[in-house]
C-alpha cells in the first residue's frame, strides 16, 4: 500500500473562446496605455497643466488690457476654454503616437500585433487610451485654472461631446502618425509642423472675426477651429461657426482617421519586419 497521496485530477485546459470581438483583450490594451501614461503622471498630466497655466498668465498679462472683452465675455474667460482643448488634443495626440513608436523602436510591437486583437480592436484600444489621458489632461487643467479664471460651463453636453471627439479624433491621429514614424524624431516632426500651427492658428487665443480677408478663411478651412470654437460655446455660448459644422467636421474627422488607422494595421504598414 503506498503512502503517498494520490495526485488530484489535472484540469482540462480548453481554449477560451474569444467571440466576434476580444473585450478581454481591448480592455488590457486600453489598460496599458492608461497606466503607460500613469506611470509617470507628473510628466504627462501634471507638466501641460502646468503650461498651460503659464500661456494664460503670459497673454492675460499682455494682452488683457488690450483685449477686455472678446465676443461678449472678459478675454480671460474666452481663452481658457481654447487653452484647456488645445492641452487635451496635444497630450492625446502624443499619448498614442510615441507609444507606438517607442514600441516599434523598443522591438516589442510584435506582441501587441501578434495578440488576438483584430484590427479595429488595435484602433479602439490604442484610441481610447490617448482619448482618456486628454480628457484627464483637460480635467486638471480645467481644475487649475477655475482658482484663476471663472470656468462655467454653459452646455455641459456640448463640453463632453467636444472634448471626447477631439480627443478621440487627436489620438487617431496620432496612432496613423505613429505606425508611419519609425523614430521619435519624426514623430516630433507631425507634432512642429501639423499639430502645434494648426493649434495656434486656431483660434485659440483670438477670434477669428478679428482676421480680415484671406485669412479668416485659411481659419475656417482649420478643423481644429471647429474643435476649439465649438469647445468654447459649451463654456460661452458663443461661436463663430455654427455648432452643427463643428460636429459634422468632428465626426467626419473621426471616422476618416479610424478607417485609415485600421487599415494601416491591416496591412501591417511599417509594422512588419
Not at 105 to 132: C, F
Not at 145 to 157: K, L, N
Not at 160 to 187: R, T, Y
Request: charged fraction near 10%.
Amino acid at each position: 500500500m503506498s503512502l503517498l497521496p494520490e495526485a488530484s485530477p489535472q484540469r482540462s485546459l480548453a481554449p477560451r473562446p474569444i467571440g466576434r470581438v476580444n473585450w478581454l483583450g481591448l480592455a488590457a490594451l486600453v489598460r496599458k496605455e492608461i497606466r503607460r501614461f500613469l506611470a509617470v503622471w507628473v510628466q504627462t498630466v501634471g507638466a501641460p497643466a502646468v503650461t498651460t497655466l503659464l500661456f494664460l498668465a503670459v497673454f492675460t498679462l499682455a494682452l488683457g488690457r488690450a483685449l477686455q472683452v472678446v465676443g461678449g465675455v472678459p478675454f480671460t474667460q474666452f481663452l481658457a476654454p481654447g487653452l484647456i482643448m488645445m492641452a487635451m488634443i496635444q497630450n492625446s495626440f502624443t499619448n498614442s503616437s510615441s507609444s507606438i513608436v517607442s514600441s516599434k523602436m523598443q522591438g516589442n510591437i510584435v506582441d501587441v500585433v501578434m495578440a488576438p486583437l483584430s484590427p479595429l480592436e488595435l484602433t479602439i484600444g490604442y484610441g481610447i487610451g490617448g482619448m482618456v489621458r486628454g480628457l484627464m489632461v483637460g480635467t486638471v487643467v480645467a481644475l487649475a485654472m477655475s482658482v484663476f479664471v471663472t470656468v462655467d460651463i454653459v452646455h455641459p453636453w456640448h463640453a463632453l461631446f467636444f472634448a471626447m471627439m477631439g480627443s478621440l479624433m487627436l489620438s487617431l491621429l496620432g496612432v496613423v502618425g505613429g505606425i508611419w514614424a519609425d523614430k521619435h524624431e519624426q514623430n516630433a516632426a507631425v507634432t512642429n509642423f501639423i499639430i502645434t500651427p494648426l493649434a495656434f492658428l486656431s483660434g485659440t487665443f483670438y477670434s477669428i472675426e478679428r482676421l480680415p480677408g484671406m485669412w479668416n478663411v485659411a481659419a475656417r478651412l482649420d478643423p481644429f477651429f471647429y474643435l476649439i470654437d465649438g469647445f468654447r460655446y459649451a463654456f460661452t455660448g458663443h461661436a463663430d461657426a455654427p455648432i452643427a459644422v463643428g460636429y459634422a467636421i468632428m465626426l467626419a474627422g473621426n471616422l476618416g482617421l479610424g478607417t485609415l488607422a485600421w487599415l494601416m494595421f491591416r496591412s501591417g504598414y511599417r509594422l512588419r519586419a
